[in-house]
């Protein structure tokens, strides 16, 4: 019988040092793009996708994406007593009663595998999803994890979100060199973590969407330390493809690297340019501001 993905892991005990003042008090993943919060961006791209179990590997200082799942009572009531259906829409629309949430500490940063590998015991033996909220993919239609549950579907093979990045960048991201594609899909012959410009396979980067088949824990149980003396998942994930083929696959769509200040201010204003309630004031505002020559 097919398999389906139901289940989602967001890897969020990073201590998000890169936005410091910011992040001192604040998850990273509670900053917002616009009106929402990095965090729902990846909710919603799961939901959208027919998930319903939302696993947050958490760590200190990360109570805010709990109480942000959480309901907020008094916030409710408040808003029903003064009539403000629209923004009590807004605040019960982040978490549909359908969706369960489970939270579990990471102890220790021991890396992205490690993280992946704490989600053991609530995702048990079934093929998950793994989504970085830091990277924020926009398609304008359906989500770029629903494009990849598509592929699942059809393929039960655990599969990778990639795209083609400078070749200057290749040492922040994990690199694979592929066999001959299939539309948009194709298979993983190698997959390296970090590697430099010099040594990289290719310029073809694993971004943070993943489908995983739960092969992968007994892989990642005695993954041991990799670059930058972290447990990485991209080295599970290579030893996993010594028994299962593993895809590639190029997504439909863009992808914001919102760990990153530069890729969180290009999303901001892109996805401003998108939201119904702002984009013609804001495109004005940016016209205005080309001629003046400000920028
Ligand atoms: C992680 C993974 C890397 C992947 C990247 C995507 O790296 O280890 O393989 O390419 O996410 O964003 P990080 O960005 O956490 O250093």
Redesign the pocket.
Known sequence: MNKKVTKAVFPVAGLGTRFLPATKAVAKEMLPIVDKPLMQYAVEEAMAAGIDTMIFITGRSKNAIMDHYDKAYEMEVELEARGKDELLKVLRSILPSHISCVFIRQPEALG?GHAVYCARPVVGDEPFAVI?P??LVEDGTRGCMAQMTALYAEKQCSILAVERVDPSQTGS??IVKTGEATGSYSPIDLIV?KPKPEVAPSNL????RYILNPAIFDKLKHTGRGAGGEI???DGIADLMKDEQVLAFEFEGTRYDC?AKLGFLVANVELGLLHPGLKDEFAAYLKALAVSGKI
């Open positions: 992205l970085l830091d990277d991201y994990g973590e980067a694993v971004i943070g990485q998942l991209t760990g």
